[in-house]
């Protein structure tokens, strides 16, 4: 009975053994470490010529760079829609107004606790800048602004440029753009039949109107929808 125990021991230990063997000691190559079994002495190999990884095809260099020929292009490479600049702006309100405010004149609220002024869309150098600058800047950074390639998708990027452009025509439209058979509608009268705010139509210059501090017409916080969580809701609350 010993022997029989013994060896039914031994070949466990063999079996543990050579499994050991196996997970450990496998045939295999790691990155960046050499090798004897190739003729270059690297254990990586190079990448196949003329190849592209999934995902990584950008054919349209102009969509993916806002960029021709080393210059910033002055088209849109998608088709504008009222969807596109409803997406613009939800996307601008999102990543922009920090420092840029709701209306686009550089006074953002953080700008207002003392960070860098920020650019203002209604100069004339950048009401005359080509659509792409938009899309590059948010692409690669400018200045004091960091890039925002990560966090907004090149289609996004250029709902966001065709919504700053929207912006800069609210502001210095003339009364030839008005389309033949209709009429311009005077601001003040407009905001005061839909019961906005004194001077909620005023020119913006230095200060911004309530709607780009608060976020409301009212001027009233934020409150998120009844959708949000509760408790997002409170916390949001709190901060105000």
């Known amino acids: 009975m010993r022997s ?16 050991r063997q196996d997970m450990h000691n496998q045939p295999k190559f790691i990155p960046q470490r050499g090798t ?6 690297r254990s990586v190999r190079p990448q196949v010529e003329n190849t592209v990884a999934r995902g990584q095809l950008h054919e349209d260099t102009y969509f993916y ?55 203002n869309f209604h ?11 938009f899309f590059s800047v948010m692409t690669n950074g400018y200045g004091a602004m960091p890039d925002y390639s990560a966090q907004i998708t090149p289609v996004d990027r250029w709902a966001i440029a065709a919504y700053i452009r929207a912006l800069q025509l609210s502001q210095d439209a003339k009364a030839s ?16 039949e839909q019961g906005l705010p004194p001077g909620f139509a005023d020119d913006w210059g230095n200060e911004l109107p309530a709607t780009a501090v608060k976020g409301s017409p009212n001027g009233k916080s934020f409150v998120l929808p009844p959708s949000a969580t509760p408790g997002m809701v409170t916390a949001v609350q709190n901060q105000k």
């Open 65 to 119: 760079t806002g960029m021709v020929n080393g210059k910033e292009g002055d088209g849109l490479p998608i088709e504008l829609t009222a969807a596109v600049l409803e997406r613009g702006q939800e996307r601008y309100n999102i990543y922009c107004t920090p420092c840029h405010s709701r209306v686009g004149n550089g006074n953002g609220m953080i700008v207002q606790r003392g960070y860098k002024p920020a650019g």
């Open 4 to 19: 029989i125990s013994a060896m039914g021991v031994a070949a466990t230990m063999l079996l543990v053994a050579g499994c």
């Open 177 to 192: 753009d008005v389309p033949a058979g209709q009429h311009p509608i005077d601001l003040h009268e407009l905001a005061k």
């Open 123 to 133: 100069t004339d150098r950048l009401r005359q800048a080509p659509l792409g600058h």
């Open 36 to 41: 004897s079994f190739f003729a270059d002495g």
